[in-house]
């Protein structure tokens, strides 16, 4: 059984370059494609989805294109939030907001208070996250609470992870990216210590739920080949 599943979302600007079309274009449809999914995954039972949306390396692009995905969160909101609260999925996230104009951070913060009841699949949005930034800032807000008394001085990885952005979330069972890159490109590095890795060659838009099913089945294969021995 899959409790928490992650996905980079790789290839949507070379997916709508490939059709002639924009870059924005490949992310617009992206978008839709992850309320597919998390619709799907929440009909078949998993616990959590954590969907690497944007990295703290996405600023590097060109202005237009970072523009386009500071809207985007409004787009998919005003489009499915009404959706989201009808199949019970809640929706968070793990990254730094400040980063994102206000609009966008509001936007965001209103969806999580409005699904903040919802009790089926958690849909978490990386959002201007970077594994190493996350554990330094654990490492740092832990070394805060012995300072200040709040904590025992330990190593003990329970305690730690506790300081991470997904405490409250099972580890992952399963990493997916699409598109071809064969790299973690700074996600999730502890929550990944015992994932299976899936690189699959098609482009995040063409994802959908019949790939979704393909990755369960292939993580159950692996499994099964695993308990057997
Ligand atoms: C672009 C493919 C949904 C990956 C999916 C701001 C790259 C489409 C959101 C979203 C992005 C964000 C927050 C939220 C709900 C949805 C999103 C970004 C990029 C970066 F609470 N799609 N999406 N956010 N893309």
């Known amino acids: 059984m899959i409790k928490h599943m992650a996905i980079i979302m790789d290839g949507n600007g070379r997916w709508a370059k490939k059709q002639g079309l924009p870059r924005t274009y490949g992310h617009k449809i ?9 619709l799907e995954a929440n009909k078949m039972g998993i616990q959590a989805i954590t969907l690497y949306a ?8 060109p202005d237009d294109e970072i523009n386009f995905l500071c809207k985007l969160p409004k787009m998919f909101f005003n489009k499915y939030i009404k959706e989201l609260i009808e199949n019970n999925i809640k929706v968070s996230y793990i990254g730094e907001l400040e980063a994102f104009p206000i609009e966008t951070q509001q936007v965001i913060k209103d969806a999580l208070s ?5 009790s089926g699949l958690e849909l978490v949005i990386a ?3 970077g594994s190493r930034r996350e554990i330094s800032l654990a490492a740092n807000a832990y070394a805060q609470d012995v300072v200040d008394g709040k904590v025992e001085i ?6 730690f992870s506790n300081y991470m952005m997904t405490s409250h979330l099972p580890d992952v069972d399963v990493m997916v990216r699409t598109s071809g890159e064969q790299r973690l490109s700074n996600f999730l590095l502890w929550q990944l210590a015992y994932a299976e890795f899936m690189f699959v060659d098609y482009a995040w838009p063409e994802f959908n739920e019949e790939k979704l099913h393909e990755v369960v089945y292939e993580f159950n294969q692996r499994n099964r080949r695993f308990g057997g021995v």
Not at 30 to 38: H, N, S, T, Y
Not at 154 to 159: A, C, H, I, L, M
């Open 114 to 118: 409005k699904t903040n009841h919802c």
């Open 127 to 129: 959002l201007n996250y």
């Open 54 to 61: 944007f990295s703290t390396e996405n600023w590097k692009r």
């Open 154 to 159: 330990s190593n003990n990885e329970e305690v």
């Open 30 to 38: 992206g978008a839709e494609r992850i309320r597919d999914v998390a």
